[in-house]
T-cell receptor, first 113, second 115 residues
Framework: SQKIEQNSEALNIQEGKTATLTCNYT??????LQWYRQDPGRGPVFLLL?????KEKRKERLKVTFDTTLKQSLFHITASQPADSATYLC????????????FGSGTRLQVQP | DAGVIQSPRHEVTEMGQEVTLRCKPI?????LFWYRQTMMRGLELLIY????????DSGMPEDRFSAKMPNASFSTLKIQPSEPRDSAVYFC?????????????FGPGTRLTVL
């Protein structure tokens, strides 16, 4: 079955540094991968989508890479701020033609001022 | 648009009671998803609908769980009878493939506590 792995340990970095989060998956070749942000007590919020034929996607201070050979996506936040502190989830489409997503367990990011 | 609306936001009940969670998706979205989130298991898909029709309910844990979508603007998730292990945050999400591929828009969630 499809498996998604995200670093379960919290990532602590200093303000202004670049945060890099990892998402690894097995047993599947997704058509795309999505990243969501979740704050405590709230639902996940969509950030970025990257397709299998795209190597990199950017949005303001966010950058996502997608390596289908390594079965890995990296999520970068440059010039991180304390307001970036949250849990970040990656998600894959479950199957061609189906619209449901499988979510990773998320990585908690803490940006220290 | 107000986004996905869920009610109640918090529910505390006793074991054996019936619990009904409600969701109003974003207008115009044709997909609706129910998830459950716990520390141990993360975010799990329970069931999803397309145009009010259940497509995949393989994530529904037991027959105690049931979901309906009587129209495009309303869905319910019912647990009867509830058990302490059902305690979790339940999220509803909606999407429209035509508008935004498979981006899902989540509601604020219902925190369920079964005593």
């Amino acid at each position: 079955s499809q498996k998604i792995e995200q670093n379960s340990e919290a990532l602590n970095i200093q303000e202004g540094k670049t945060a890099t989060l990892t998402c690894n998956y097995t047993n599947y070749s997704p058509a795309y991968l999505q990243w969501y942000r979740q704050d405590p007590g709230r639902g996940p919020v969509f950030l970025l989508l990257i397709r299998e034929n795209e190597k990199e996607k950017r949005k303001e201070r966010l950058k996502v890479t997608f390596d289908t050979t390594l079965k890995q996506s990296l999520f970068h936040i440059t010039a991180s701020q304390p307001a970036d502190s949250a849990t970040y989830l990656c998600a894959l489409d479950m199957d061609t033609g189906r619209r449901a997503l499988t979510f990773g367990s998320g990585t908690r990011l803490q940006v220290q001022p | 648009d107000a986004g996905v609306i869920q009610s109640p936001r918090h529910e505390v009940t006793e074991m054996g009671q019936e619990v009904t969670l409600r969701c109003k998706p974003i207008s115009g979205h044709d997909y609706l998803f129910w998830y459950r989130q716990t520390m141990m298991r993360g975010l799990e898909l329970l069931i999803y609908f397309n145009n009010n029709v259940p497509i995949d309910d393989s994530g529904m844990p037991e027959d105690r769980f049931s979901a309906k979508m009587p129209n495009a603007s309303f869905s319910t998730l019912k647990i009867q009878p509830s058990e302490p292990r059902d305690s979790a945050v339940y999220f509803c999400a909606s999407s429209s493939f035509l508008i935004s591929t498979d981006t899902q828009y989540f509601g604020p969630g219902t925190r369920l506590t079964v005593l």
